[in-house]
């Protein structure tokens, strides 16, 4: 099934196209193999590492089979922490956005649970839940699972590692007899092949491993930007290394059009590959990239299988990759037949927290580096003119150039320097005047910035009870942290808001301070329930 691209399965366009704009062009191994056991009812063991697109695996077949007309609960998800319950609800509404009347609720401990209440009491059909409120849930009648069709048991080794071996076994004995039962796990403790053996029926064992790949000779880098300035940061990193040829990478066949067109009216030579081009052109622009016509190429992932060019020598993260596996693959491109080569790698906010798993996955270190000001690139564009410069006084005879500066001096009221000066003013424009640098106060490059020095304080991430349902804005709640704790509100890291949440960064030598100050307060009328969020 390798290469199998989602228009091959017996799924609906919506779902297709929700999976189009998260940037998924094929199936992933693990996705390739469960969707079709899980669409034909069987139940499932998936045995699958983080990170290898086993969220959508399950969920695009529970979104297909899910009737939106049903208001009961159809599909039950089970996960060990918060924080995934709500990774996982967040990816199946993304893949549900083009379907109507399917809601999706995640519930966990530590929320108000006459909240969750209120919103089972709407009807919802796919419930993703941590073990321990899914059973107090049980227990109040407020969740009812006897027409369930499907649960799933997402990350089951680490769910009986935290001790829900008791309540995982309660709540499928009390689902009915004809349900789908579908297992994922890392790993195949004995533990988890009792409970397959006791609640599976002639289950499908499949089985992916990621993996191990090395990238010795890899200087990787990465930058800390803004959606809005990844554009500038690129350009000036290709500025600043002037690499002979580089690779860019996005994760959308739209977004690599985008790319190209502004980087050619930019003035640079930049040609884009995604799975639209017919073959001729996709020839095309690879052989004016072999034979160095094109200095950028901008490619999705699937479309760059397959380039084999030894002299790229530097790649571009211009999105974050969305399987660990595809940043080996990337960054595998440069440094090839004994050469070195460099990646960078851009992230947005809580990106970070991926990286450090892709960090993990390639056990190697990926560093953070300051965006580069103009003065920087201004810099290295003199030392790239001076190093062509005495390339030229050593290889080549200069004899005849000579006689003709020095006749030109001889006829005309300047020095060798005003000359010199000259011509570097020809080669290099008005990069070396005094500029304004609008992304020298970014705050994303403060960060960067106190990173690379060592400086920055290791961030906690907080929870907090209100989101965009409250008409609560980023703003507000930095500003009600900062009044009330005294933390500058640049200190602050990322925020992500949801419907009903937010999750917010803030120094570790802050965030006792914070928890303490916004005790019983409000934001916008609403009261505040602040904690330390769970760490997967």
Not at 46 to 65: E, N
Not at 330 to 346: L, P
Not at 512 to 519: A, I
Request: net charge neutral; hydrophobic share 35%.
């Amino acid at each position: 099934m390798e290469n199998m691209k989602f228009e091959k399965l017996n799924i609906s366009q919506e779902i297709i196209r929700a999976v189009e704009d998260m940037g998924f062009e094929e199936l992933t191994p693990i996705q390739a193999q469960s969707i079709p056991v899980m669409m034909s009812g069987a139940d499932l063991i998936g045995q699958a590492q983080t990170g290898t697109g086993k969220t959508a695996a399950f969920g695009i077949p529970l979104l297909q089979k899910v009737d939106p007309e049903n208001r009961k609960l159809q599909a039950l998800i089970l996960c060990p922490t918060r924080e995934l319950a709500i990774q996982v609800a967040e990816e199946l509404r993304n893949l549900a956005k083009y379907l109507h009347g399917i809601k999706v609720l995640p519930i966990y401990g530590g929320q108000d649970i006459s909240r969750q209440i209120r919103s089972l009491k709407g009807g919802v059909q796919i419930i993703i839940g941590t073990p321990g409120r899914v059973m107090d849930h049980m227990r109040r009648h407020t969740i009812r699972i006897k027409d369930l069709q499907t649960i799933v048991l997402d990350e089951a080794d680490e769910m009986l590692n935290m001790g829900f071996r008791e309540d995982i076994e309660t709540i499928l004995k009390d689902t009915p007899e004809d349900r789908q039962t579908v297992l994922f796990s890392a790993t195949m403790p004995k533990a988890i092949l009792d409970i397959a053996g006791t609640y599976q029926k002639d289950s499908v064992h499949v089985k992916v491993v990621k993996k191990e790949l090395t990238v010795p000779n890899i200087e990787q880098y990465y930058y800390e930007v803004r959606p809005k300035n990844k554009e500038e940061v690129l350009c000036r990193l290709l500025d600043l290394y002037a690499p002979r040829l580089s690779l860019v990478f996005c994760n959308t066949k739209k977004k690599v059009d985008e790319l190209v067109l502004e980087l050619q009216n930019r003035g640079y030579f930049a040609e884009g590959l995604h799975g639209d081009l017919k073959q001729m052109q996709r020839d095309r622009v690879m052989q004016g990239f072999r034979d160095g016509n094109t200095d950028i190429l901008v490619a999705t992932d699937v479309a760059a299988r397959g380039i084999d060019v030894d002299d790229v020598e530097a790649v571009f993260n211009y999105d974050l990759p969305q399987d660990d596996e595809y940043y080996v693959h990337r960054i595998g491109r440069t440094g090839r037949a004994g050469k070195t080569g460099k990646s960078f790698t851009f992230i947005v906010g809580r990106e970070v927290y991926k990286l450090k798993d892709i960090e993990r996955y390639c056990r190697t270190k990926i560093k953070a580096q300051p965006i580069p000001s103009l003065d920087d690139v201004a810099n290295m564009r003199v030392e790239h003119v001076f190093a062509g410069l005495e390339k030229t006084m050593k290889e080549e005879d200069l004899s005849s150039s000579i006689r003709a500066i020095e006749a030109y001096l001889n006829q005309n009221d300047c020095t060798a320097m005003d000359l010199a000066a000259a011509f570097l003013k020809a080669e290099l424009g008005d990069s070396l005047e005094e500029q304004k640098d609008d992304l020298a106060s970014d705050p994303y490059v403060w960060e960067s910035e106190r990173r690379g020095k060592g400086k920055k304080d290791k961030m906690v991430r907080l929870f907090l009870n209100v989101g965009k349902k409250q008409k609560v804005k980023p703003g507000d709640i930095l500003g009600a942290i900062a009044g009330e704790s005294g933390m500058p509100g640049k200190y602050a890291g990322s925020i992500d808001m949801y419907d009903r949440y937010t999750f917010i960064d803030v120094p570790h030598k802050y965030y006792k301070q914070v928890l303490k100050s916004m005790k019983n307060k409000k934001i916008r009328g609403n009261r505040i329930y602040m904690e330390k969020a769970e760490t997967r």
